[in-house]
């Protein structure tokens, strides 16, 4: 077991049946390939690494880190769109890493992911009412066809879309309420845990609101449980209960949000949250900004020894030593893989 | 400080086939010598055109300036002609965009396209224009600069590319710098290097600036003053210290109340502006904020609808005639 998963095992005090997923030393590796006619594989890219995480039933827990870190790659392995390289992922008690046929599609009923982009995650030939169904149809519920438009219309009416509109294409409608018929799609099957990959990330500054506020409800309504991905650190502060924080395929910090807003203990997280800007001008004078110099490294070579130690601005030798670091508790709940902090 | 930048009135529209696109509808400005003003706003409110339209940069057809001054030191630029208006583009103004890739050339080398401005406007030889180049690239920071002259556009990251694009638009000292978006592709830690970068070297050339976005958060940190735009026109613009600190707009009131904040625990809901943008199609006779407004509905303002607000002096703006809003209502008074 790696020192990843092992420093998770200490979380104390935790009913099992609390905990809704349990992610162990998940890997996702992409092949390279090259050869004109006969493809080898040359190397792979690392793109989820070794993480593991617990979430717990009823939260948010949100997953943070600059483009290309495996954000994605890890929702979509934890829901089996992609096959696990190695690892394990434990969903309501249940192994899904090697599950597959109809064991699989009903577990999926009780997981769903919602997209970034409402414009290009919807069918634009489909109505509204066909595209939110689909998932009804699929699994065969509702065989009854009054029964399920009815079921429809009340979807679409708790997500706040009129009725009125379930003949409706997606193009007549704005990037909000696109979004809106993405999270009724999703609601459909009654899951009780939903990917939500940068749900906000392409929509106006006066709609992110509106579905985060809708979200929020959602979930008080419904118990469900989120893992949110997104770019915008800000709005993780306001939607999670704790957050993690990925650097190259890697979990290096991991803890209620407002613990690691206030007290963050990485490098990586010290310097991407003072690289956020604060809309208000008084702040941001008096803000002290940790720059780190470079982009991030290539997943499919990743640096020997830590991730971060091509830009940490506090790196010294053990850095450079194998093995990185491992993920420690440092506070209650509070987990960092940095040698400089353990 | 004098005047830089005078625009007047200024009205572009789009003819397609769906209709004629109201892009921007009466907005004017002015800009002093070496200020950073940011033009905020969300999809479509008309940031991007009115800038290319100052530059005379509106594809035409289906595109064309109706009306407005554009007096940039002295002299109409909506008057020139194209070679004339070239000869300022890239010397005394100049912009970079948000997608470097569509404006730097994939199969050119990087030294090339640098080195070029170079000699059409500072009239350098080879040499000289490559060490220039060269040094440009070291100033914005990519290592290695003189070797990496004959790399293309895509050898290099997002975050390089938008700096080869700062070196570009700085090689001939441009009185004025318009950026449009130009860290919004890029991540947070990467964003921050840039803005460092830009705030840096706007001390050392003097430059005024226009900033684009629709991150609040930024023009925050790098505007004096903040201009707030929506459907086509001014809403509010003043200090940035006015704009945050004291909006009276209820536009700006409202997307500031739905930002969350990294420094602060978000327990609160967020208050939403219900509705969705305007359909640029349509010219509003009104306010174009009227119908996602709920200050014109709490107190019932019917002139809203078909009075368009002029864009005056705040009520009570504590001296300052600087701070300008156009909107009937006073949020403070809570009266029209
Ligand atoms: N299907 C795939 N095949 C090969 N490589 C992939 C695939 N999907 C993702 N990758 C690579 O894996 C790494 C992680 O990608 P991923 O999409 O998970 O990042 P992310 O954190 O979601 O980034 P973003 O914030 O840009 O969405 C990247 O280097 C990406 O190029
Ligand atoms: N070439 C064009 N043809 C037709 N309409 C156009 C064209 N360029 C812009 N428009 C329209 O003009 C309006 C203003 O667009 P503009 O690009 O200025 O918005 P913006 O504020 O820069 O938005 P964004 O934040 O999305 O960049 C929009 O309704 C847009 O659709
Ligand atoms: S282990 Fe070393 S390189 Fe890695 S984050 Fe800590 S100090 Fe920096
Ligand atoms: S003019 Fe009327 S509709 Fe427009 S912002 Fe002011 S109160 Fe609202
Ligand atoms: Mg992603
Ligand atoms: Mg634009």
């Given amino acids: 077991m790696s020192s990843q998963a092992m420093a998770v095992e200490t979380r104390k005090n935790l009913d099992p049946n609390d905990v809704i997923l349990e ?44 483009s290309g870190c495996g954000k994605s790659t890890t929702g979509r392995t934890i829901l089996q769109l992609y096959r696990p390289t190695e690892g394990s992922v434990r969903f309501e008690g249940q192994e899904l890493s090697t599950m597959s046929g109809n064991d699989l599609r009903q577990m999926r009923r009780r997981m769903q992911i919602i997209f970034q982009d409402p414009f290009a995650s919807l069918n634009p030939r489909m109505t509204v009412g066909s595209i939110v169904s689909e998932p009804l149809q699929i699994h065969r519920i509702y065989s009854n066809k009054q029964e399920r438009q009815q079921y429809v219309e009340a979807l679409m009416e708790k997500v706040g879309l009129n009725p009125y509109f379930i003949n409706r294409y997606p193009h007549e409608f704005s990037g909000g309420q696109r979004q809106r018929i993405g999270i009724a799609r999703a609601l459909a099957l009654e899951p009780s845990f939903i990917v939500a990959d940068e749900p906000i990330s392409a929509l106006d500054v006066s709609i992110q609101a509106q579905v985060v506020n809708l979200m929020e409800e959602l979930q008080d309504e419904l118990g469900l449980t989120y893992l949110f991905i997104a770019h915008d650190l800000s709005m993780v502060r306001h939607i ?27 490098p990586y997280t010290q310097a991407l949250l003072s690289a956020v800007p604060v809309p208000d001008p008084q702040v941001e004078e008096n803000r002290q900004r940790i720059i780190i110099a470079g982009d991030l490294p290539s997943p499919a070579s990743p640096p020997t020894g830590c991730n971060f130690n091509t830009r940490c601005p506090v790196r010294f030798d053990l850095c450079f030593e194998e093995p990185d670091p491992p993920l420690i508790e440092v506070r209650p709940d509070h987990y960092v893989s940095c040698h400089r902090v353990t | 400080m004098s005047v830089l930048l005078d625009v007047k009135d200024l009205i572009v529209r789009f003819y397609t086939q769906e209709g004629t696109v109201y892009a921007v509808n009466g907005v004017s400005f002015e800009l002093e010598e070496g200020e950073t003003l940011g033009i905020v706003g969300e999809s479509g409110s008309g940031k991007s055109v009115s800038s290319l339209a100052l530059m005379g940069l509106i594809p035409s057809p289906p595109g064309k300036v109706e009306s407005g001054t554009v007096t940039f030191e002295g002299r109409d630029l909506l008057t020139l002609k194209p070679d004339q208006m070239r000869l300022i583009r890239g010397k005394e103004i100049a912009m970079i965009f948000q997608d470097p890739m569509t404006s730097l050339n994939p199969v050119l080398t990087i030294g090339t396209q640098i080195t070029e ?60 710098l318009i950026a449009d978006e130009p860290t919004t592709a890029l991540d947070v830690t990467i964003q921050a290097q840039i803005i460092e970068l830009v705030k840096q070297l706007k001390d050392e050339f003097n430059m005024a600036m226009i900033w684009i976005t629709h991150d609040l958060g ?25 704009v945050f600190g004291d909006s009276r707009h209820p536009y700006t009131e409202g997307l500031l109340g739905s930002l969350p904040r990294l420094d602060s625990s978000g327990e609160e809901k967020l208050t939403q502006i219900e509705g969705s943008p305007p359909d640029m199609r349509n010219e509003p006779a009104g306010c174009p904020f009227a119908p996602r407004c709920d200050v014109r509905e709490h107190l019932n303002l019917e002139r809203c609808w078909d009075e368009r607000p002029p864009l005056e002096t705040v009520p009570n703006a504590g001296g300052d005639e600087t701070h300008v809003m156009s909107c009937w209502a006073d949020i403070r008074e809570g009266v029209a």
């Fill in chain 1, 23 to 66: 992610v162990t030393d998940l890997k996702k590796h992409f092949p390279i390939s090259a050869g004109i006619v006969f493809q080898r594989q040359v190397g792979a890219v690392r793109a989820v690494d070794g993480v593991s995480f617990q979430v717990i039933r009823g939260e948010t827990l949100g997953l943070v880190g600059e």
């Fill in chain 2, 218 to 242: 930024v023009v925050a940190g790098i505007a004096d003053r903040i201009q707030v735009m929506y459907g086509g026109r001014i809403m509010e613009s003043g200090s940035s210290h006015e």
């Fill in chain 2, 117 to 176: 401005s170079l000699k059409l406007h500072e009239g350098m030889n080879t040499s000289q224009s490559r060490k220039r180049a060269a040094d440009l690239l070291d100033m914005v920071g990519i290592p290695d600069a003189y070797r990496r002259l004959d790399d293309y556009p895509h050898q290099f990251s997002g975050g390089m590319r938008q700096r080869v694009m700062i070196a570009m638009g700085l090689s001939c000292n441009p009185k004025l």
């Fill in chain 1, 240 to 266: 999670c209960d704790r957050v993690a924080v990925m650097y190259l395929g890697k979990i290096v910090e991991l803890g209620p949000v407002d613990e690691v807003y206030d007290n963050p203990q990485h």
